[in-house]
């Protein structure tokens, strides 16, 4: 079993910043993807940003600019810099991981419990 646990929500100014982290524990062999998702009251789910074990990253246009996502595999850890924070980035932010979680490198994917950002004056 692997566990991903959140953290560094919280409230914010519009135009402010906040650093979300993500360390994934338990039985881990490997970690492929390691992503973060967002979703606002009344809406689905949506991608945010991605990384991967070589060290690519990805980000959805809404973001781009503005979010950074970066990884310490030493760690099992991938971070969320968000920069320039708006109202509609009000959401609970979710880390994403796909784990070989039995040395047979065979991958399942993961959700954390998800932090609440929010961004209000």
């Known amino acids: 079993q692997v566990h991903l646990v959140e953290s560094g929500g919280g409230l914010v100014q519009p135009g402010g910043s906040l650093r979300l982290s993500c360390a994934a524990s338990?039985?881990?062999?490997?970690?492929?993807?390691m992503d973060w998702y967002r979703q606002a009251p009344g809406k689905q789910r949506e991608f945010v940003a991605s990384?991967?074990?070589?060290?690519?990253?990805n980000s959805a246009n809404s973001v781009k600019d503005r979010f950074t996502i970066s990884r310490d595999n030493a760690k099992n850890t991938v971070y969320l810099q968000m920069n320039s924070l708006k109202p509609e980035d009000t959401a609970v932010y979710y880390c994403?991981?796909?784990?070989?979680?039995?040395?047979?490198?065979?991958?399942?994917?993961?959700w954390g419990q998800g932090t609440q950002v929010t961004v209000s004056s």
């Open positions: 994403f991981a796909v784990v070989d979680d039995t040395g047979r490198r065979v991958y399942r994917p993961y």
């Open positions: 338990g039985s881990i062999f490997s970690i492929s993807a």
């Open positions: 990384s991967s074990s070589s060290g690519s990253t």
